[in-house]
């Protein structure tokens, strides 16, 4: 039998290193002004800050404009929904996976901050979320993917202003931006990846077009990317 | 609606006319200094204490007290005070030998700002003080015109001169000053000094009178009944993980500070004092902790108004930390097994490594492989067990009585509330990883669904051990436990119990309840008892709902007790006929939503006759058992916890108090 404490419970999110973080108010000052990376496919930037230290929180963005409202039956407008997942890996086996049926990764580490059907208003703020606490991942994770797909079906082509972009958490900082819209006749991209090497963790941008509804579709297109 | 306060937060005042009321566990001395926009204090003028209790605007008592109102007229003060810091000091540090020598041997003070004799506006509960026997408690500023509070609970650990000193007085001034307040404070000063208490500034029948009056046998008996637990009394090495305090003593204080964590690490209101707007003071006495080293847990470091809130989503944030981190290591280890199994079939699968050496080294280096990748997840899970040890080491002697163990001293001093509690502590949760970590079980009041105390063998170990009528024994006497929880949560009046025990087979467990008046008649017992119980329940749900749906609560019968029900039924089904059955479900259904609640005693076997019929019922309730058993999933990841029931405190004391408490109401 399931408990149902849930039921009554502010909606309370939390994870143990939630509340050391804040130390990361101070370290910000210190931290090197660091230069936006304009990926390329295939380009992997360590995620190791120039002082030696490790990067500790990534956040996966996606945007897109909401299909426009048409007048008299608006109901029927054809919503773009864009879905943002990331799937772990440990040694190429897929582990646990965070999208929008399952929002936090068992351990916690992985929170999709929740599933946006619509889209928002196009001026770059993100839709979607996906928060990695890089130093929660359990030890034998060592790939996370990040996946974007259309789960009604338009191609990018079709989609105003859609972009994903990998940000620095801890201070704002855009790591890796793709322009999703005019990309092609694709309904999915494998983003990128954060994989671990030596003590820290390293980015490295996939890009790479693909076809699906949600990030099951992918899985045979992802592998040959580990 | 009160403001609960953490250290460094503030908050905007809407009067000027103010009081501030202050609670310890032992007699304190209440002060005040004035400081100018710079924080600095221009001269001994400036601070009000009980050798000087008054100023324009300001007035505090003039004795050590348990209970303090400093009577506040922002308006009246002199225009060139910016900064009104409320003290606290204990006049132990000086003369009485019996008296406490620092902060860390009281319950935290509490204060309350508000309106004079009326609704608080914000308070302020000073957890965390150790070795300081003087503390700047409250900040009173202006800013922009208008006048704020600001929680800041600084604490010194040289007393008042040393705080004087801080505020700018020359450290002779000060040292003066402070002796003198403390030497004014003691019982033994004239009268005269000790008289005018805190009388109000401003006539009128807002402003109460003096505070309770506190004579000189008052204030120095109240602090031999006090038991310090000094952390020096406690041996570190003899406290294990589960390391509670060695209470029992009625009128005990706690220890709010970790038993094993030096005083150098508690982190001060560096980030406040970083952050704030003005001009600060120098540096306080205590040095802030490395911004580096761990979060020390403190209780209530949580989201919420009132503190109980504040524990509860503690408590649930632990118990999903501590599920998650179960699960990251389990993950762990089952991906570590699976690959060592894989690649110990592969080296088998080549038939030239099965002879010789190769396949040796091939499960050699397999079983390293394992062992390397378990030996960090556990390195992981230890880091997150001990950060969650300490938590909740400090998190279970802070909680309220509706959240605490038995074994609680803070049930020895149990008082019905005021109000009902946020949530009951049902019994423990643990993971086998390691059992002695133990997640309060808190379940939200009012109930969202029944009670079943399962008395027969579900297959876990402990009820395979025990015999039959030893489980249904057991499970009266926990039930019993949870109903005496459930009513000490209500206020008198709160909540209602009714007891149907148609074979009388749980007289033993019930007695004391019946004794102490705590449900409305004896034990029902046979059929009949059962059905007149049962009918007077269904009837009133039936009422309260419809009148509910209607709109019309002010029109329902007067014989209606509109107070929470809680229907207790032992040995269910024995004594119940299909009508019964029928209503109990009823009862079991729609009870809640309106306040009539279920704590069932059952065999799920004895009621094999009903067949499929009854399975909605035991699914509808929350099963909980009398001996340990895992069978309760968190949430989040779905994991076994083994619940543990409540035991009985040792010795009754704590039991009997609450029984007599809520008898008393009752009569």
Same mark, same amino acid.
Request: charged share 20%; net charge negative; aromatic share 4%.
């Given at each position: 039998?399931?408990?149902?404490?849930?039921?009554?419970?502010?909606?309370?999110?939390?994870?143990?290193?939630?509340?050391? @973080?804040?130390?990361?108010?101070?370290? @910000?000052?210190?931290?090197?002004?660091?230069?936006?990376?304009?990926?390329?496919?295939?380009?992997?930037?360590?995620?190791?800050?120039?002082?030696?230290?490790?990067?500790?929180?990534?956040?996966?963005?996606?945007?897109?404009?909401?299909?426009?409202?048409?007048?008299?039956?608006?109901?029927?407008?054809?919503?773009?929904?864009?879905?943002? /997942?990331?799937?772990?890996?440990?040694?190429?086996?897929?582990?646990?996976?965070?999208?929008?049926?399952?929002?936090? /990764?068992?351990?916690?580490?992985?929170?999709?901050?929740?599933?946006?059907?619509?889209?928002?208003?196009?001026?770059?703020?993100?839709?979607? /979320?996906?928060?990695?606490?890089?130093?929660?991942?359990?030890?034998?994770?060592?790939?996370?993917?990040?996946?974007?797909?259309?789960?009604?079906?338009?191609?990018?082509?079709?989609?105003?202003?859609?972009?994903?972009?990998?940000?620095?958490?801890?201070?704002?900082?855009?790591?890796?931006?793709?322009?999703?819209?005019?990309?092609?006749?694709?309904?999915?991209?494998?983003?990128?990846?954060?994989?671990?090497?030596?003590?820290?963790?390293?980015?490295?941008?996939?890009?790479?077009?693909?076809?699906?509804?949600?990030?099951?579709?992918?899985?045979?297109?992802?592998?040959?990317?580990? | 609606?009160?403001?609960?306060?953490?250290?460094?937060?503030?908050?905007?005042?809407?009067?000027?006319?103010?009081?501030?009321?202050?609670?310890?566990?032992?007699?304190?001395?209440?002060?005040?200094?004035?400081?100018?926009?710079?924080?600095?204090?221009?001269?001994?003028?400036?601070?009000?204490?009980?050798?000087?209790?008054?100023?324009?605007?300001?007035?505090?008592?003039?004795?050590?007290?348990?209970?303090?109102?400093?009577?506040? $007229?922002?308006?009246?003060?002199?225009?060139?005070?910016?900064?009104?810091?409320?003290?606290? #000091?204990?006049?132990?540090?000086?003369?009485?030998?019996?008296?406490?020598?620092?902060?860390?041997?009281?319950?935290?003070?509490?204060?309350?700002?508000?309106?004079?004799?009326?609704?608080?506006?914000?308070?302020?509960?000073?957890?965390?003080?150790?070795?300081?026997?003087?503390? #700047?408690?409250?900040?009173?500023?202006?800013?922009?015109?208008?006048?704020?509070?600001?929680?800041?609970?600084?604490?010194?650990?040289?007393?008042?001169?040393?705080?004087?000193?801080?505020?700018?007085?020359?450290?002779?001034?000060?040292?003066?000053?402070?002796?003198?307040?403390?030497?004014?404070?003691?019982?033994?000063?004239?009268?005269?000094?000790?008289?005018?208490?805190?009388?109000?500034?401003?006539?009128?029948?807002?402003?109460?009178?003096?505070?309770?009056?506190?004579?000189?046998?008052?204030?120095?008996?109240?602090?031999?009944?006090?038991?310090?637990?000094?952390?020096?009394?406690?041996?570190?090495?003899?406290?294990?993980?589960?390391?509670?305090?060695?209470?029992?003593?009625?009128? #005990?204080?706690?220890?709010?500070?970790?038993?094993?964590?030096?005083? #150098?690490?508690?982190?001060?209101?560096?980030?406040?004092?970083?952050?704030?707007?003005?001009?600060?003071?120098?540096?306080?006495?205590?040095?802030?902790?490395?911004?580096?080293?761990?979060?020390?847990?403190?209780?209530?470091?949580?989201?919420?108004?009132?503190?109980?809130?504040?524990?509860?989503?503690?408590?649930?944030?632990?118990? *999903?930390?501590?599920?998650?981190?179960?699960?990251?290591?389990?993950?762990?280890?089952?991906?570590?097994?699976?690959?060592?199994?894989?690649?110990?079939?592969?080296?088998?699968?080549?038939?030239?490594?099965?002879?010789?050496?190769?396949?040796?080294?091939?499960?050699?280096?397999?079983?390293?492989?394992?062992?390397?990748?378990?030996?960090?997840?556990?390195?992981?899970?230890?880091?997150?067990?001990?950060?969650?040890?300490? *938590? !909740?080491?400090?998190?279970?002697?802070?909680?309220?009585?509706?959240?605490?163990?038995? $074994?609680?001293?803070?049930?020895?001093?149990?008082?019905?509330?005021?109000?009902?509690?946020?949530?009951?502590?049902?019994?423990?949760?643990?993971?086998?990883?390691?059992?002695?970590?133990?997640?309060?079980?808190?379940?939200?009041?009012?109930?969202?669904?029944?009670?079943?105390?399962?008395?027969?063998?579900?297959?876990?170990?402990?009820?395979?051990?025990?015999?039959?009528?030893?489980?249904?024994?057991?499970?009266?006497?926990?039930?019993?436990?949870?109903?005496?929880?459930?009513?000490?949560?209500?206020?008198?009046?709160?909540?209602?119990?009714?007891?149907?025990?148609?074979?009388?087979?749980?007289? !033993?467990?019930?007695?004391?309840?019946?004794?102490?008046?705590?449900?409305?008649?004896?034990?029902?017992?046979?059929?009949?008892?059962?059905?007149?119980?049962?009918?007077?329940?269904?009837?009133?749900?039936?009422?309260?709902?419809?009148?509910?749906?209607?709109?019309?609560?002010?029109?329902?019968?007067?014989?209606?007790?509109?107070?929470?029900?809680?229907?207790?039924?032992?040995?269910?089904?024995?004594?119940?006929?299909?009508?019964?059955?029928?209503?109990?479900?009823?009862?079991?259904?729609?009870?809640?939503?309106?306040?009539?609640?279920?704590?069932?005693?059952?065999?799920?076997?004895?009621?094999?006759?009903?067949?499929?019929?009854?399975?909605?019922?035991?699914?509808?309730?929350?099963?909980?058992?009398?001996?340990?058993?895992?069978?309760?999933?968190?949430?989040?990841?779905?994991?076994?916890?083994?619940?543990?029931?409540?035991?009985?405190?040792?010795?009754?004391?704590?039991?009997?108090?609450?029984?007599?408490?809520?008898?008393?109401?009752?009569?």
């Amino acid at each position: 039998m399931r408990t149902a404490p849930a039921a009554g419970r502010p909606g309370l999110r939390r994870v143990l290193v939630n509340r050391t @973080r804040v130390t990361a108010a101070g370290e @910000r000052q210190e931290r090197g002004q660091r230069v936006t990376v304009n990926m390329t496919k295939g380009q992997a930037i360590s995620l190791r800050k120039n002082d030696g230290g490790d990067l500790t929180a990534v956040r996966m963005g996606l945007g897109w404009q909401a299909a426009p409202r048409r007048g008299l039956f608006g109901s029927r407008t054809r919503e773009v929904d864009l879905d943002a /997942s990331a799937v772990l890996f440990a040694e190429k086996q897929p582990i646990d996976v965070v999208f929008f049926r399952h929002l936090v /990764s068992d351990d916690g580490s992985v929170r999709h901050t929740g599933d946006n059907l619509v889209g928002g208003a196009g001026q770059g703020g993100d839709d979607e /979320s996906i928060l990695v606490d890089l130093q929660r991942v359990p030890v034998h994770i060592d790939q996370i993917v990040f996946t974007v797909n259309s789960f009604t079906g338009q191609t990018f082509q079709e989609v105003q202003n859609a972009f994903c972009r990998l940000v620095d958490e801890t201070n704002g900082q855009e790591l890796a931006r793709y322009t999703l819209d005019g990309g092609g006749r694709y309904t999915a991209q494998i983003m990128a990846k954060v994989h671990r090497a030596g003590g820290g963790w390293q980015m490295t941008a996939l890009g790479a077009p693909s076809e699906g509804r949600t990030f099951k579709d992918l899985m045979p297109a992802i592998l040959p990317h580990l | 609606m009160t403001a609960e306060l953490v250290r460094g937060q503030n908050l905007p005042l809407p009067h000027t006319r103010l009081e501030v009321r202050v609670s310890a566990g032992a007699p304190v001395v209440c002060g005040a200094t004035l400081a100018d926009a710079e924080g600095r204090l221009s001269g001994a003028g400036q601070v009000v204490h009980p050798g000087a209790p008054r100023l324009p605007g300001v007035e505090v008592p003039g004795t050590a007290a348990m209970e303090h109102r400093l009577v506040l $007229d922002l308006d009246a003060l002199a225009p060139e005070a910016h900064r009104l810091t409320v003290l606290l #000091a204990l006049p132990g540090g000086g003369g009485d030998p019996g008296a406490p020598a620092h902060f860390g041997a009281l319950a935290p003070p509490r204060l309350t700002v508000g309106v004079p004799d009326g609704d608080g506006i914000a308070t302020y509960t000073l957890t965390g003080l150790d070795t300081e026997s003087a503390v #700047a408690a409250l900040e009173l500023y202006r800013r922009q015109g208008a006048w704020k509070v600001r929680a800041v609970g600084q604490g010194y650990a040289d007393g008042l001169a040393a705080m004087l000193a801080d505020q700018g007085l020359p450290p002779m001034t000060a040292g003066e000053l402070a002796a003198a307040a403390l030497a004014a404070a003691v019982p033994t000063a004239p009268p005269a000094t000790a008289q005018p208490a805190a009388t109000p500034l401003t006539p009128g029948p807002a402003v109460t009178g003096p505070p309770p009056p506190r004579t000189a046998d008052g204030g120095s008996a109240a602090p031999t009944t006090a038991v310090p637990l000094d952390r020096a009394t406690t041996d570190p090495a003899a406290t294990g993980a589960t390391a509670r305090p060695p209470a029992a003593v009625p009128g #005990a204080t706690i220890d709010y500070s970790h038993p094993r964590r030096s005083t #150098a690490s508690r982190p001060a209101p560096a980030v406040e004092r970083a952050a704030g707007t003005g001009p600060r003071p120098p540096a306080p006495a205590s040095a802030p902790a490395p911004a580096t080293a761990p979060a020390v847990p403190v209780a209530g470091d949580a989201a919420g108004w009132t503190m109980d809130e504040r524990l509860y989503n503690q408590v649930w944030g632990m118990f *999903e930390d501590l599920a998650r981190t179960t699960a990251a290591y389990r993950s762990a280890i089952d991906f570590a097994d699976s690959r060592r199994e894989q690649e110990l079939d592969r080296a088998l699968a080549d038939p030239r490594a099965r002879i010789g050496s190769a396949g040796d080294a091939a499960r050699a280096a397999g079983g390293a492989r394992y062992e390397e990748l378990s030996a960090r997840a556990r390195e992981t899970l230890d880091r997150d067990l001990a950060q969650l040890t300490a *938590e !909740s080491e400090a998190v279970e002697p802070a909680l309220p009585p509706a959240y605490a163990r038995w $074994d609680h001293p803070v049930w020895l001093g149990y008082r019905p509330p005021a109000e009902p509690a946020m949530a009951v502590r049902l019994g423990d949760l643990r993971l086998p990883e390691r059992p002695e970590l133990r997640i309060p079980m808190l379940i939200r009041l009012p109930l969202e669904r029944g009670l079943w105390i399962d008395s027969g063998r579900g297959g876990s170990a402990g009820s395979l051990m025990a015999d039959a009528t030893e489980l249904r024994r057991l499970a009266a006497g926990t039930a019993a436990l949870h109903a005496v929880r459930l009513l000490a949560a209500h206020p008198p009046g709160g909540c209602a119990a009714h007891l149907l025990d148609p074979g009388g087979s749980a007289a !033993s467990a019930f007695a004391s309840l019946t004794a102490a008046g705590l449900v409305s008649a004896p034990p029902a017992q046979g059929a009949a008892g059962v059905t007149a119980v049962l009918d007077r329940l269904v009837r009133r749900v039936e009422l309260v709902r419809m009148a509910v749906r209607g709109g019309a609560t002010d029109a329902l019968p007067p014989d209606i007790d509109l107070a929470d029900q809680l229907l207790v039924v032992n040995d269910f089904p024995y004594g119940f006929d299909d009508r019964s059955v029928t209503r109990l479900r009823y009862l079991a259904d729609e009870g809640p939503a309106v306040g009539v609640h279920l704590l069932l005693v059952a065999d799920r076997a004895d009621a094999a006759a009903y067949g499929p019929l009854l399975d909605p019922l035991w699914s509808a309730l929350l099963r909980l058992t009398p001996v340990p058993d895992e069978h309760l999933a968190d949430p989040w990841v779905g994991h076994a916890w083994t619940y543990e029931p409540p035991t009985a405190p040792a010795g009754g004391g704590a039991l009997a108090r609450v029984l007599g408490e809520l008898g008393s109401t009752r009569r």
